[in-house]
């Protein structure tokens, strides 16, 4: 899916500049063609191996702005 290509691996930041992670995969209904929710990666020793606890489920409403990087509303 294009989407899916264009926003995992950018990098996720909040309105105080804070880097939040990187978007390691993408929520989205198939039947509405909508983005659900980011699911980004904190990184760590598991992140390269996809088995990280510590990822962090952003819902799509949070998102304010998608360009060279993500920009999401603070917690």
Not at 26 to 37: G, I, M, R
């Amino acid at each position: 899916m294009r989407i899916k290509e264009e926003i995992i691996g950018k990098e996720v930041v909040d309105f105080n500049g804070i880097v939040i992670g990187k978007v390691k995969d993408v929520e989205v209904n198939f039947e509405t063609k909508t983005l659900e929710a980011l699911i980004i990666g904190k990184g760590g020793i598991f992140a390269g191996l996809g088995i990280s606890k510590d990822d962090i489920i952003v819902p799509h409403g949070m998102v304010v702005a998608i360009g060279d990087k993500i920009l999401v509303k603070s917690g």
